[in-house]
């Protein structure tokens, strides 16, 4: 009697569990099958992408395609570089394939830079080409396949700083610890300062119209 309860539970249970599976099944059947219906419908309702955009400095992207020359940096693909290995020859042959590896990744966009005679530079350490062209040619680069990316190439002005009026005079105010510590106040007290020396030095740093010298200088007033 026994082992019948338990096979009857045993195929209760068997039972219950094709259920489940068969539930976990349609479900799935009916998700692949709504997403395959809306799949068109959301492909209508998406914008195109456009891989291009993704591959621009926002910088050139927001450029109007106009005939302004603009500078800029062409990233190439970087497949097939490999680190570089250790010791002297190890890192020649990694300079070597970079070169390599440079001049193959950037052969058909130097030919059309050259077609086109825009002015362009390569470097090869750095994978990339320095080009000056018109806007109107930015998005067709980087739409190429063997370009990875652009970045904007701008001129780049410093601000150089304008000297400011100070208050105080140009005087001595104290004198240097170091004159100090080899007792010079105490030499010149006793009425040695240097009465017929001359001091000569090789160095152009020398502040030559300090207060502390411009008197004893024997280049100033023709003395």
Excluded at 64 to 83: K, N, S, W, Y
Excluded at 135 to 156: K, M, T
């Amino acid at each position: 009697m026994s082992s019948s309860y338990s096979e009857i539970a045993t195929q209760e249970h068997a039972l219950k569990r094709s259920r489940r599976q068969g539930g976990a099944w349609l479900r799935s059947a009916m998700s692949v099958g709504i997403g395959m219906l809306c799949a068109p419908v959301f492909a209508a309702i998406s914008p195109p992408v456009q891989p291009s955009i993704a591959r621009l400095d926002p910088a050139l992207a927001a450029l109007p395609a106009d005939e302004r020359l603009v500078e800029m940096l062409i990233a190439l693909p970087t497949e097939g570089t490999q680190p570089a290995q250790e010791g002297v020859f190890g890192k020649v042959a990694w300079l070597d394939a970079k070169r390599a590896a440079f001049e193959t990744a950037g052969s058909d966009v130097v030919a059309w830079l050259e077609r086109a005679r825009y002015s362009h530079r390569g470097y090869w350490i750095a994978n990339a080409i320095w080009a000056r062209v018109p806007a109107r040619e930015i998005e067709i680069l980087a739409a190429r396949a063997d370009v990875r990316f652009l970045a904007g190439d701008p001129i780049v002005r410093g601000i150089v700083p304008q000297p400011v009026e100070g208050t105080a005079p140009k005087a001595i105010n104290a004198i240097e610890w170091g004159v100090t510590r080899i007792r010079a106040p105490e030499v010149w007290d006793a009425g040695v300062l240097g009465q017929g020396a001359v001091v000569a030095g090789a160095d152009t740093g020398y502040e030559w119209d300090h207060p502390a010298l411009r008197d004893q200088y024997r280049g100033w007033n023709a003395q």
